[in-house]
């Protein structure tokens, strides 16, 4: 067993993100020019669908998961 302070990080840690610019349409915005969360939700399925496709390819067969929860506050 080892110990490891909090300013070391393991070598096989990395970030991945992955970013989408998506044009907020009228619609999509309350009288208060706020987005609304059930659209928001429609904003992450977009840049999680794209990541999907740069990270698995573009093989339908891969695609079999379930999203079992998603929050949003």
């Known amino acids: 067993m080892t110990c490891t302070s909090s300013t070391e990080r393991p070598s096989t840690l990395s970030v991945v993100i992955h970013e989408k610019r998506i ?4 619609r999509d915005c309350d009288a208060y020019r706020h987005v609304n969360n059930a ?6 399925e977009e ?12 093989d339908a067969d891969l695609w079999d998961y379930v ?4 929050a949003i506050d």
């Open 67 to 70: 999203l079992a929860r998603v």
């Open 39 to 44: 659209v928001y939700a429609t904003y992450l």
């Open 23 to 26: 044009e907020i349409r009228w």
């Open 47 to 58: 840049c999680r669908d794209e990541w999907l496709v740069a990270a698995l390819g573009s």
